[in-house]
């Protein structure tokens, strides 16, 4: 299915019911469109499973508290709700996307207690992420935005308003013919992409930037595990960016980008070698076991 967004056929679960894709609408003076109340989730269901859902749908409540916000439902209701999407749809193999924002309501300035908490959990087929540059590697940019200090903003929470600079940053990217760009962090150090974390390999030793300010994607978690599990060492740390030059191997874990080799960031190269194309297909059959 192709077009835009809010012009496709198909049922998205709104506040408790399913509603028709095209009349899945919010009003202009919706709070979150103004002052950024909204935390959302993606998710993949492989087979009919969605990958790890009551962990997102856990997440989805955390990062909603974060942001002053009780989403009014459970977890158990969270995840029944987008299984109840995909068969409305008819999906196996399906993105899954559940946003909580604040609603329209008694307030429309900063403020906005009284204002519902509304969940919405659409779905589409998406492939890969990156496209080609799953098998290839691929290339970032530097991006000129830093992750922020977790002091200025819950960093831990997949929140709209920390996409921001990702949307920004991609851009930029994207016009000097680059997939995605890496973002340092607010002291200098190696964060992650726009969308997903970054893994490097030097000497049979996987690094990985200590997530402090940054979400801990559960592909990052999941990609952590199956390494220990073969007995790769796995040291997350902060990274300077100078070490960049040093590192043989690099790739992307996202549950968007899955685990996406990179082949280039700015000047640096780095080769899909054999540990990136192992770990890539070792995620591959996980999600689907
Ligand atoms: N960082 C950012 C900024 C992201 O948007 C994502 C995708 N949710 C990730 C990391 C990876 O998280 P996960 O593995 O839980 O999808």
Known sequence: MTGSYEDRDGWIWMDGKMVEWRKAQVHVLTHALHYASSVFEGERCYNGRIFKGVEHAMRLRRSAELLD??????VQEIEAAKYEMLRVNGWRD????????????DEMGVSAAGNPVRLAIAGWEWGAYYGEAKMKG?????????????????????????????????????????????????????????????????????????ADCFLNGLTRQTVIGLLRQKGIPVHERHILPTELAEFEQCWLTG??????????????????????????????AHVRA
């Open 255 to 284: 549950t968007a980008a899955e685990v996406t080799p990179v082949g280039q960031i700015g000047a640096f190269q780095f080769e899909v070698g054999a540990l990136a194309r192992d770990i890539a297909q070792t995620y591959e």
């Open 69 to 74: 916000m009780e989403i009014p439902w459970s």
């Open 138 to 210: 691929a290339k970032l940019d530097i991006s000129k935005w830093r992750r922020p200090d977790p002091a200025t903003i819950p960093s831990e929470a997949k929140a709209a308003g920390l996409y921001m600079i990702c949307t920004m940053s991609k851009h930029a990217a994207q016009a000097k013919g680059c997939s995605d760009a890496l973002m340092m962090d607010y002291r200098g150090y190696v964060a992650e992409a726009t969308g997903a974390n970054i893994f490097f390999v030097k000497e049979g030793a996987v690094h990985t930037p200590l």
């Open 94 to 105: 399906a993105y899954v996307r559940a946003v909580a924002f604040r609603g329209a309501g």
